[in-house]
Structures are given as structure tokens and as C-alpha cells.
């Protein structure tokens, strides 16, 4: 991100337009919704650009900007289309402190004016740091038919309102009058009354939270998926934007977790294998602790919680400590692993079971069915198992498999650093090594890219 967006307050400060033509009589008319001490340079203003002044009352001066007239200035466009007059304002302003954007012109910009869709007192800011203004309008045209001008009545009367919310305490409570008022009861009472009994609502409203019962805490074990956010479903999204506390393994990926509010509590419990990680001990006390002092907690995992994620543990610490809780189901990094090779988990004819199995315990590997593993056409999902792949190897060979069995190792499965090796079970620790892989990696035992794999040769590296 080179430009940060701010929102600047601009009321009784003086903003200096020197140009002519379109370019200035453009920000002219934007600038004019704002309170600002709007002043127009111009030796030889154009007739719209004179008449428009006019209408929106923007004093007029028929002369070059000097340096005296940058005194005090929060912000000046230079807006002459001709590339020596802008040059003079920008030094002019530099030189005064007063931060400058040169119309259609981004490196001699300090800041650049982004596409606004304005239902005052709700503002959208869009940008694309210049790179493509023409899509920017295009979102602008997006948002503008899709956001209800009833927007604005709501924001005004909300923003009255809110010395009397500030009886709530701050936090969830707050939060739900808020969400009470701008999702429900607000646009009720906006269609159905008018703008004028929306004050009447919002004291109304108040009361009711006022005196409602306060809601315990309580937690929801939340499937994050494999990591791309468009793969997380629906409800998981809501959960998340609702979270008081966010506990949350070293596999949810930063895109996944910038999702919930910035004013949520973050707790990372990471558990990565063959590494220090976070006792489950002290993740059952985090999760009871945050949701006994009345906080909606979400505990964030990879992939599916019931997959590899210890979930009979944690539900069972929190129904002990007397907490109220649910699951909500993600994709697991099987699924998504074998979709990226455009694979079915099972085929008719070919498997009708499907095994997933954890290498992060090696020796428990010794009570699997490895004869059943080993036959043809067999399909298994191995997670975390980088380092148990020779071990694999063996006891499958040990048990008549086919060396020439297909394994695809998919790395990082839906993110965008995503990598797919293929290999064979008799080659597979070597592969492994060669790779040198660095994320998580999940093992697909009987499965090799389907032909569309193809068209994404990026995406695949064959080690012959």
C-alpha cells in the first residue's frame, strides 16, 4: 500500500484550486460538498468554470497563486493541464508545507483524490494507488446501485444518538445496539415513519438493550478451511466478523484473520509439529477464561476442527467449565488438495473407502491397515507427513504395494503460494528432500493430477 487512506477534516480550512478548464471545475464541484474555504485561481477562467464558481459561491481570483496565498492551507490541486503552471504550484505549496495533487499526473502528487461514493454522513473511498482509474469509477457505478440513499438518514441520526449509547458499556453491548439499530430496527422504522421518528426509535430501542438480560459467553470452534477466505462458508465468515476473541492456530493465515473486527482480542495457540507449540492445556483455560468473563469466542482452526484439530478435547474442558459452544465444519486440506489436481477422493471402481491419517505421531502409524493401503487402487490423505514419508514407504512396500503408485504432495493447498509435486511411493522421500518444502504439505497416496492439471504447468514440477 503506497497511499494510505485517511479521512481528512476539512471544515473552516482553506483548500487552494489554481487551473482552468475541466480538470479544475471537477474538483471544484467535489471539494464544494465539503466545508472547506474553497479559493479559485484563475487568470482567465472559462465560462463554466467562471459560472460555476458563481453558483456554488467559491471566491474567484483572477490571477496566479503566490506564496502568500498557501498560508494555512490544508491541501492544493494544481489543475492547469499544462505542466510548468503545475510545476510553479506544487513548489509553491511544498515550500508552504501544504501537501499537493497535480490533476492526472500521480508521481508529482503528494495525494491523490479517490473515486467517493457519498451518502453523507457514510463515505467510500476507492482507490487503486492510480493504477486504474477507469476501474475505480467502475466500482464507484457498483457501489452507487447497490448502497440505499436511506443510508445517509440513518448515519446522521445515528451519529445524534450516540452520547445516549455511551449508557451501554463499551464492547458487545454497544455493538449490538449499534447493529440492532442500522440492520433491523432503523431501516424499519425509515420506510415505515420517516426520518423524523427515527430519534423516538432510538430511545426506544435503547431502553430495550438497557434492560435486557446480559448474554454469558460462550464459544464456537470454527473451521477456517484450507486457507483461502473464499473457501470459508458463510456462517464462519458472520462468526468471525462477531468475535469478541479470536484463538486461533499457526495454520490460519493472516488473509483469514484480518476478516474480524480490528478491535477483537487475537490469541495465537499454534501448534506446529516437531516445534514448541501451546499446551492444550493452556488453550482449553484460554478459551474458558475469555468466555466466563462474557466474550464471544471464536476458536479458529485449520481446515475442518474435526479433522486433526483435538476437538473432542476442547468441547469436552468447556461443557465441564459449564460453557455453551458449537461447531461450524470447514473444508478439510483433503479436500481442497485433491480438487487443486482436479482428483476425486473416491471413484467408483477404483476405492470405495478413503483414509485420512496423521503422521505427526509415527508410532501410532504402526496400527493402520497397511495391508489395506497397499492394494491397487487404495487412496489415502496423509497430513503432516514430511517427515514420515520413509516410513510410509516402507511399510506399504512391506505389504505388496506397486512402487509405481502415483503420490501428489500439494504445499500450502489453496493459497497463493500453493505447490504441487508429483511423485511415485518408490521415489517419494527423495521427492520430498528435492522439494525442500517449507509449508504445510498434504500427501495424496494413489492419486495423480487429472489432465486438466495441465493448463496450470506453473503449478506443478515433476521430479523425474
Same mark, same amino acid.
Given at each position: 500500500?503506497?497511499?494510505?487512506?485517511?479521512?481528512?477534516? @476539512?471544515?473552516?480550512?482553506?483548500?487552494?484550486?489554481?487551473?482552468? *478548464?475541466?480538470?479544475?471545475?471537477?474538483?471544484?464541484?467535489?471539494?464544494?460538498?465539503?466545508?472547506?474555504?474553497?479559493?479559485?485561481?484563475?487568470?482567465?477562467?472559462?465560462?463554466?468554470?467562471?459560472?460555476?464558481?458563481?453558483?456554488?459561491?467559491?471566491?474567484?481570483?483572477?490571477?496566479?497563486?503566490?506564496?502568500?496565498?498557501?498560508?494555512?492551507?490544508?491541501?492544493?490541486?494544481?489543475?492547469?493541464?499544462?505542466?510548468?503552471?503545475?510545476?510553479?504550484?506544487?513548489?509553491?505549496?511544498?515550500?508552504?508545507?501544504?501537501?499537493?495533487?497535480?490533476?492526472?499526473?500521480?508521481?508529482?502528487?503528494?495525494?491523490?483524490?479517490?473515486?467517493?461514493?457519498?451518502?453523507?454522513?457514510?463515505?467510500?473511498?476507492?482507490?487503486?494507488?492510480?493504477?486504474?482509474?477507469?476501474?475505480?469509477?467502475?466500482?464507484?457505478?457498483?457501489?452507487?446501485?447497490?448502497?440505499?440513499?436511506?443510508?445517509?438518514?440513518?448515519?446522521?441520526?445515528?451519529?445524534?444518538?450516540?452520547?445516549?449509547?455511551?449508557? @451501554?458499556?463499551?464492547?458487545?453491548?454497544?455493538?449490538?445496539?449499534?447493529?440492532?439499530?442500522?440492520?433491523?430496527?432503523?431501516?424499519?422504522?425509515?420506510?415505515?415513519?420517516?426520518?423524523?421518528?427515527?430519534?423516538?426509535? #432510538?430511545?426506544?430501542?435503547?431502553?430495550?438493550?438497557?434492560?435486557?438480560?446480559?448474554?454469558?459467553?460462550?464459544?464456537?470452534?470454527?473451521?477456517?478451511?484450507?486457507?483461502?477466505?473464499?473457501?470459508?462458508?458463510?456462517?464462519?465468515?458472520?462468526?468471525?466478523?462477531?468475535?469478541?476473541?479470536?484463538?486461533?492456530?499457526?495454520?490460519?493465515?493472516?488473509?483469514?484473520?484480518?476478516?474480524?473486527?480490528?478491535?477483537?482480542?487475537?490469541?495465537?495457540?499454534?501448534?506446529?509439529?516437531?516445534?514448541?507449540?501451546?499446551?492444550?492445556?493452556?488453550?482449553?483455560?484460554?478459551?474458558?477464561?475469555?468466555?466466563?468473563?462474557?466474550?464471544?469466542?471464536?476458536?479458529?482452526?485449520?481446515?475442518?476442527?474435526?479433522?486433526?484439530?483435538? #476437538?473432542?478435547?476442547?468441547?469436552?474442558?468447556?461443557?465441564?467449565?459449564?460453557?455453551?459452544?458449537?461447531?461450524?465444519?470447514?473444508?478439510?486440506?483433503?479436500?481442497?488438495?485433491?480438487?487443486?489436481?482436479?482428483?476425486?477422493?473416491?471413484?467408483? *471402481?477404483?476405492?470405495?473407502?478413503?483414509?485420512?491419517?496423521?503422521?505427526?505421531?509415527?508410532?501410532?502409524?504402526?496400527?493402520?491397515?497397511?495391508?489395506?493401503?497397499?492394494?491397487? *487402487?487404495?487412496?489415502?490423505?496423509?497430513?503432516?507427513?514430511?517427515?514420515?514419508?520413509?516410513?510410509?514407504?516402507?511399510?506399504?512396500?512391506?505389504?505388496?504395494?506397486?512402487?509405481?503408485?502415483?503420490?501428489?504432495?500439494?504445499?500450502?493447498?489453496?493459497?497463493?503460494?500453493?505447490?504441487?509435486?508429483?511423485?511415485?511411493?518408490?521415489?517419494?522421500?527423495?521427492?520430498?528432500?528435492?522439494?525442500?518444502?517449507?509449508?504445510?504439505?498434504?500427501?495424496?497416496?494413489?492419486?495423480?493430477?487429472?489432465?486438466?492439471?495441465?493448463?496450470?504447468?506453473?503449478?506443478?514440477?515433476?521430479?523425474?
Amino acid at each position: 500500500m503506497q497511499h494510505f487512506p485517511i479521512f481528512l477534516d @476539512l471544515a473552516d480550512r482553506p483548500v487552494v484550486i489554481a487551473g482552468n *478548464g475541466a480538470f479544475a471545475l471537477a474538483k471544484m464541484r467535489l471539494l464544494s460538498k465539503t466545508q472547506a474555504r474553497l479559493a479559485l485561481f484563475a487568470p482567465v477562467p472559462e465560462a463554466d468554470l467562471e459560472s460555476a464558481a458563481v453558483e456554488l459561491s467559491v471566491p474567484l481570483h483572477r490571477r496566479s497563486v503566490e506564496a502568500a496565498d498557501l498560508t494555512g492551507a490544508a491541501l492544493a490541486y494544481a489543475a492547469h493541464g499544462e505542466a510548468a503552471a503545475d510545476a510553479r504550484l506544487a513548489g509553491l505549496a511544498r515550500a508552504a508545507g501544504v501537501i499537493v495533487n497535480v490533476v492526472d499526473n500521480l508521481e508529482a502528487s503528494d495525494f491523490i483524490t479517490p473515486a467517493i461514493v457519498d451518502r453523507d454522513p457514510v463515505t467510500i473511498a476507492i482507490g487503486t494507488e492510480g493504477a486504474a482509474p477507469v476501474l475505480a469509477r467502475k466500482i464507484k457505478a457498483d457501489l452507487e446501485a447497490t448502497l440505499p440513499v436511506a443510508l445517509g438518514p440513518l448515519a446522521r441520526a445515528g451519529k445524534l444518538f450516540r452520547p445516549h449509547a455511551e449508557a @451501554l458499556p463499551q464492547g458487545r453491548a454497544r455493538r449490538d445496539f449499534w447493529a440492532d439499530y442500522y440492520f433491523n430496527t432503523g431501516p424499519l422504522v425509515l420506510a415505515e415513519a420517516g426520518e423524523e421518528l427515527l430519534d423516538h426509535a #432510538l430511545h426506544a430501542l435503547l431502553d430495550q438493550h438497557l434492560n435486557a438480560a446480559t448474554e454469558p459467553g460462550r464459544v464456537d470452534l470454527v473451521g477456517a478451511g484450507p486457507g483461502d477466505p473464499e473457501l470459508m462458508t458463510l456462517k464462519a465468515r458472520r462468526l468471525l466478523d462477531g468475535a469478541d476473541v479470536v484463538i486461533h492456530d499457526h495454520l490460519v493465515p493472516a488473509a483469514i484473520l484480518e476478516l474480524a473486527r480490528r478491535e477483537a482480542i487475537f490469541v495465537a495457540v499454534g501448534k506446529i509439529g516437531f516445534a514448541p507449540s501451546t499446551p492444550q492445556e493452556e488453550i482449553n483455560a484460554a478459551m474458558i477464561e475469555h468466555a466466563q468473563a462474557g466474550h464471544r469466542v471464536v476458536r479458529l482452526k485449520g481446515g475442518d476442527a474435526s479433522v486433526f484439530g483435538r #476437538l473432542d478435547e476442547e468441547t469436552e474442558a468447556l461443557s465441564a467449565a459449564g460453557i455453551d459452544w458449537a461447531v461450524t465444519p470447514g473444508i478439510t486440506a483433503a479436500s481442497a488438495a485433491a480438487a487443486s489436481i482436479g482428483a476425486s477422493l473416491t471413484r467408483r *471402481g477404483r476405492n470405495s473407502d478413503l483414509r485420512l491419517l496423521t503422521a505427526h505421531d509415527v508410532s501410532g502409524f504402526a496400527d493402520h491397515d497397511w495391508r489395506a493401503l497397499a492394494r491397487p *487402487g487404495a487412496v489415502a490423505a496423509i497430513y503432516m507427513g514430511k517427515r514420515a514419508a520413509r516410513f510410509v514407504q516402507g511399510r506399504l512396500l512391506m505389504h505388496g504395494a506397486d512402487g509405481q503408485t502415483p503420490v501428489t504432495l500439494v504445499e500450502n493447498v489453496s493459497r497463493p503460494d500453493q505447490r504441487i509435486v508429483t511423485s511415485r511411493l518408490d521415489r517419494l522421500p527423495q521427492d520430498i528432500a528435492d522439494a525442500a518444502f517449507a509449508g504445510p504439505v498434504i500427501t495424496l497416496l494413489g492419486l495423480a493430477p487429472a489432465r486438466a492439471a495441465a493448463v496450470l504447468p506453473a503449478l506443478i514440477e515433476e521430479f523425474a
